[in-house]
Nanobody, 121 residues
């Protein structure tokens, strides 16, 4: 079974940048064709942020982050990234990496433990 470990969260001022990392073992190809980043803010439902097909690298970004966040992968490192630029206070949340059961929706399979992102104004 694939294991996912996130890192890269932290505290940043509005307008700043962070890059989240999701390390998959044994491989990003192990149990899914697609992987995604989700986030959950305090007292809000978990939402899908971005997803990527690990086979053809096609991506989808939610409207709330489009143009500011970019999902990508490094096959050699079995890693998925989320580059977050021009961060806003409303981006503050726990961010989770997950495998997706299919590539065209947000139905997740395996979850990581999460990494906290806090954006101050």
């Amino acid at each position: 079974q694939v294991q996912l470990v996130e890192s890269g969260g932290g505290s940043v001022q509005a307008g700043g940048s962070l890059r989240l990392t999701c390390a998959a073992s044994p491989s990003i190809y192990y149990s899914s064709n697609c992987m995604a980043w989700f986030r959950q803010a305090t007292e809000k439902e978990r939402e899908g942020v971005a997803r990527i097909s690990v086979r053809d690298r096609s991506t989808y970004h939610a409207d709330s982050v489009k143009g500011r966040f970019t999902i990508s992968q490094d096959n050699a490192k079995n890693t998925i990234y989320l580059q977050m630029d021009n961060l806003k206070p409303e981006d503050s949340a726990m961010y989770y990496c997950a495998t997706l059961k299919v590539c065209y929706n947000w139905e997740a399979g395996k979850w990581g433990q999460g990494t906290q992102v806090t954006v101050s104004s």
